[in-house]
């Protein structure tokens, strides 16, 4: 079975920037994705990628983050720039591999319920 394995996650101040990482064990997924979930909140999506490589963000994190994929190291990346305090949070990798997606991430990512399968999530913490 597919599996993840998250890195990149660390302690930085407000403008810096991180490389999240998450390396799979395959590529069988129809769309995969990064989601989030800050202190005290509900998770929610960040960005999400599709097999054939169509992206799709969250507003919040528009113009600052960017989703990409090493086909060759089975790895997703996400680029997070121009960090901000209300990015903190714990940051996971998601996707779904045996389920039916319901609308294509050209027009928005997966709900949170469509993913089936997740990792177990990198921390990031910035501080202002």
């Known amino acids: 079975q597919l599996r993840f394995v998250e890195s990149g996650g660390g302690l930085v101040q407000s403008g810096e920037s991180l490389r999240l990482s998450c390396t799979a064990s395959?590529?069988?997924?129809?769309?995969i994705g990064w989601i989030r979930q800050a202190p005290g909140k509900e998770r929610e999506g960040v960005s999400c990628?599709?097999?054939?490589?169509?992206?799709n963000y969250a507003e919040s994190v528009e113009g600052r983050f960017t989703i990409s994929r090493d086909n060759t190291k089975n790895t997703l990346y996400l680029q997070m720039n121009n960090l901000k305090p209300e990015d903190t949070g714990t940051y996971y990798c998601?996707?779904?591999?045996?389920?039916?997606?319901?609308?294509?991430?050209?027009?928005?990512?997966?709900?949170?319920?469509?993913?089936?399968?997740w990792g177990q999530g990198t921390q990031v913490t910035v501080s202002s």
């Open positions: 395959g590529s069988d997924y129809t769309v």
């Open positions: 990628m599709s097999r054939h490589g169509s992206t």
């Open positions: 998601a996707a779904i591999i045996r389920g039916l997606l319901t609308a294509p991430v050209q027009e928005r990512c997966p709900k949170l319920y469509e993913y089936d399968l």
